[in-house]
C-alpha cells in the first residue's frame, strides 16, 4: 500500500459507503436471509438475521426467529441441520517481509541471545503452535512482486532494499528454507506468493523446481546441498499480489494473459502431490468496493469458465482492510466509543463484499470449485508514534477482538465459497496476533480470539437463527450481538457469541435442536475498555477466562458481558 494507492482506496471507499447504503436493502432477506442491522431500522422483523450457510438460505427453508427483548436475545440453534465445513484455512495467517514481522518476529538468527531453533524465536513458535495455524502466506504483499527468491538461499545472502516498506535493506537471511523450516515448527502449510510483477515465468518455475523435485536436476542437487535432500509441500500458490496496484498496475487482460501463464510453467513436481494434495493456485482477485473490482472479478471469472486443460486455478483472492479513513486513520490506542462503533460499522461490510463477488463467482462457478481467499483483511490503523510509518506497526485493542470475531464469522457464514482467509499480519504488522520488542513478547487480544476458535477449524457449520437487537451510539447503529455454531468432528457443539455493545451485558437464551447436553462450558474475553490493550508491562488485561452456563430442557442461559467475545461448547 503506497501513499497512491492510499488516496485510491479512499476514493473507493466513498463510493462504496454511497452503494452500500443502497446495496443493503436490495440484498433482501429473501435471498441471502441477511439484513445488515446498523441501518435504523423501525420494523423490528427486518432486524432478523438468519444465520444460514448460503446454500441453505437460497434453498428457502424456513427460520423464524425468536422474537427478543431488550436485555435478552433468544437464539435457536438447529444442530440437525449440518451446513458446509469451516475451512481451517480461514484461520491463516500472513507473513510479509515488513517492519518488524519477519526479522525480531520469527528470525532473530541462531547466534541471537533471544532463545531460537535454528534462528526462529521459541516464544514466538511456541504461541503460534497453540493457535494450530493452517498456512501462512509469504513473502508478501507488494513485497512478493519485488521478491527474487534466489537470494534468499545458500550460504551466501545478498542484501537488497525493501523500497515498499520504510526503505530499509533486506538482509535475505530468512529465505526458502528458513520459511519453510518455520512452517515445520509451528506446523503450519506453505502459501507462497510469487513474483509476477517483477519477476519472469522461468523464475518462478525454478523456484517450484527447486522447491519440490525429487530428480536429480541441478535445482534439486543444489537444494540438498542447501540441506533439504526431501522434497518441499507447497500447498497453495499465489500468483500474483494486487497486480492491479503495487504489483504492476495491470489491466483484467493483462492479469489473465499473465495467470494463464504462471499456471501453466509453474510446476509443483513433489510425486506426493499429484493426486488429492495438488498445490492449488490462488489468482488476485478484487481489492475492495471499487467498482472496476466487478469488471476484474468478471474477468479473472470468465477467462477460467472458458479455461483450457492447459491452465486452471482454484482460488480467487479478495483484500479487504477496515480503514475508517485511509488519509487520517485511526489510532490503535486511546480512542472511545464513538471509533470503537465506526471502526466494526467499517468492518461488517466484510459481509456485502463477500456476498458480492461470491454471487458473481456464482455465475462463471456455479459447482463452487473456486474458492473466494480473503487473503488480506483486518484493522489498518495509524503508525504508532515513533515507528517508521512505513513498519504499519500498531497496538491491538479489545476492539481488534470483537472485529476479528465479527469478521471470522462472516466468512463461516459463507464457508461454501470462503474456504480461505489469511489475516493482516501475523506478528508486529497491523492486526497482529504478537507483538514482540527484542526479547520481550506479548500475545495480543486478537491472538486469543484465533485460540477460542480453534475447535471451529474444520467443524461443519450449524444454522443459529437469532434477533440480533440493536446497540445504538450517536449516528452509528449496530448489531448488538453475533454468533455462529459447528459441530467438530467428534460430534460437540460449539457456539460463538459476540457481545458488540460495550455497556451493557446481555441475557442469551437459547434453544437447541438436535443436540443435547447439561452444561456449557469455555471462555470469555473481555476488557474493562473497548481500548484495553496487552503491553510488555501488563500483559494480562485483555486475557480469556472460564465461563460456564447450564443447559436445561434444551435452553442454554448464558451472560455475556459487554464488548466480549464468548466461545462454549455443550456437553
Ligand atoms: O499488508 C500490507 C499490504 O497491504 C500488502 O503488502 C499489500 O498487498 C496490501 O496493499
Not at 513473502?139 to 519485488?146: H, M, N, Q, S
Not at 489473465?256 to 501453466?264: D, F, G, H, M
Amino acid at each position: 500500500m503506497t501513499g497512491k494507492s492510499a488516496l485510491n482506496y479512499h476514493c473507493w471507499r466513498r463510493q462504496f459507503l454511497a452503494i452500500r447504503t443502497r446495496e443493503v436493502l436490495s440484498r433482501s432477506l429473501l435471498t441471502r436471509c441477511f439484513v445488515v442491522p446498523f441501518i435504523r431500522l423501525t420494523v423490528r422483523a427486518l432486524l432478523i438475521i438468519c444465520v444460514l450457510p448460503s446454500n441453505l438460505a437460497l434453498t428457502g427453508i424456513a427460520q423464524t426467529a425468536p422474537a427478543s427483548d431488550a436485555g435478552k436475545i433468544s437464539l435457536s440453534i438447529d444442530a440437525s441441520k449440518p451446513g458446509p465445513k469451516i475451512d481451517r484455512n480461514i484461520f491463516g495467517q500472513f507473513a510479509e517481509h515488513l517492519g518488524l514481522g519477519v526479522y525480531e518476529g520469527i528470525w532473530v538468527g541462531p547466534d541471537s541471545r533471544i532463545p531460537n531453533t535454528r534462528g526462529m524465536r521459541n516464544d514466538v513458535v511456541a504461541a503460534l503452535k497453540a493457535l494450530k495455524v493452517p498456512n501462512v502466506r509469504w513473502p508478501g504483499g507488494c513485497f512478493a512482486d519485488e521478491y527474487h527468491w534466489r537470494k534468499g538461499i545458500g550460504p551466501q545472502r545478498a542484501v537488497t532494499l525493501n523500497p515498499n516498506w520504510g526503505g530499509v535493506t533486506e538482509p535475505n537471511t530468512f529465505g526458502t528454507h528458513e520459511y519453510m523450516d518455520f512452517l515445520d515448527q509451528i506446523g503450519a502449510e506453505a502459501y507462497l506468493s510469487i513474483n509476477v510483477g517483477s519477476g519472469t515465468p522461468q523464475e518462478a518455475a525454478e523456484w517450484l523446481e527447486y522447491l519440490t523435485t525429487t530428480q536429480p536436476t541441478t535445482l534439486g542437487k543444489e537444494r540438498a546441498a542447501n540441506g533439504h535432500p526431501a522434497p518441499y509441500k507447497i500447498a497453495y500458490l499465489g500468483i500474483g499480489n494486487e497486480s492491479w496496484d503495487c504489483g504492476g498496475n495491470m489491466t483484467a487482460d493483462d492479469y489473465v494473459a499473465q495467470l494463464k501463464i504462471y499456471s501453466r510453467f509453474v510446476r509443483n513436481f513433489n510425486p506426493a502431490q499429484q493426486g488429492k494434495q495438488q498445490m492449488l493456485k490462488i489468482a488476485v482477485g478484487p481489492g475492495g468496493n471499487e467498482p472496476r473490482f466487478v469488471e476484474w472479478t468478471e474477468e479473472v471469472m470468465k477467462a477460467w469458465q472458458n479455461h483450457k486443460w492447459s491452465w486452471d486455478m482454484n482460488g480467487l483472492s479478495l483484500h479487504n482492510y477496515t480503514v475508517v479513513h485511509w488519509d487520517n486513520k485511526f489510532a490503535s490506542v486511546g480512542f472511545g466509543e464513538t471509533e470503537y462503533g465506526q471502526i466494526l460499522k467499517n468492518t461488517l461490510e466484510m459481509e456485502g463484499l463477500v456476498s458480492k463477488y461470491s454471487t458473481i463467482m456464482d455465475k462463471y462457478d456455479p459447482q463452487k470449485k473456486i474458492a473466494l481467499v480473503v487473503d488480506e483483511w483486518g484493522s489498518w490503523y495509524a503508525p504508532l508514534p515513533g515507528s517508521n510509518p512505513g513498519f504499519l506497526a500498531q497496538q491491538n485493542s479489545m476492539r481488534d477482538a470483537v472485529l476479528a470475531a465479527l469478521n471470522l464469522n462472516i466468512f463461516a457464514r459463507h464457508a461454501d465459497r470462503v474456504r480461505m482467509a489469511n489475516i493482516a499480519q501475523m506478528i508486529n504488522v497491523l492486526q497482529a496476533m504478537i507483538l514482540t520488542d527484542k526479547e520481550k513478547m506479548v500475545l495480543t487480544p486478537s491472538y486469543y480470539v484465533y485460540k477460542m476458535y480453534v475447535p471451529f477449524q474444520d467443524a461443519i457449520f450449524v444454522p443459529v437463527a437469532f434477533n440480533a437487537g440493536t446497540y445504538t451510539h450517536g449516528d452509528i447503529s449496530l448489531p448488538r450481538v453475533d454468533a455462529i455454531a459447528a459441530k467438530d468432528a467428534s460430534g460437540k457443539l460449539w457456539l460463538e457469541l459476540t457481545n458488540l455493545d460495550p455497556n451493557q451485558s446481555v441475557e442469551i437464551q437459547a434453544t437447541l435442536t438436535g443436540a443435547t447436553g447439561k452444561t456449557a462450558v469455555g471462555e470469555t474475553l473481555t476488557a474493562p475498555k473497548v481500548d484495553s490493550v496487552n503491553t510488555f508491562e501488563a500483559p494480562n488485561t485483555v486475557v480469556p477466562k472460564p465461563v460456564s452456563a447450564p443447559v436445561q430442557g434444551g435452553k442454554l442461559t448464558l451472560k455475556l458481558e459487554p464488548k466480549s467475545v464468548t466461545v462454549i461448547s455443550i456437553g
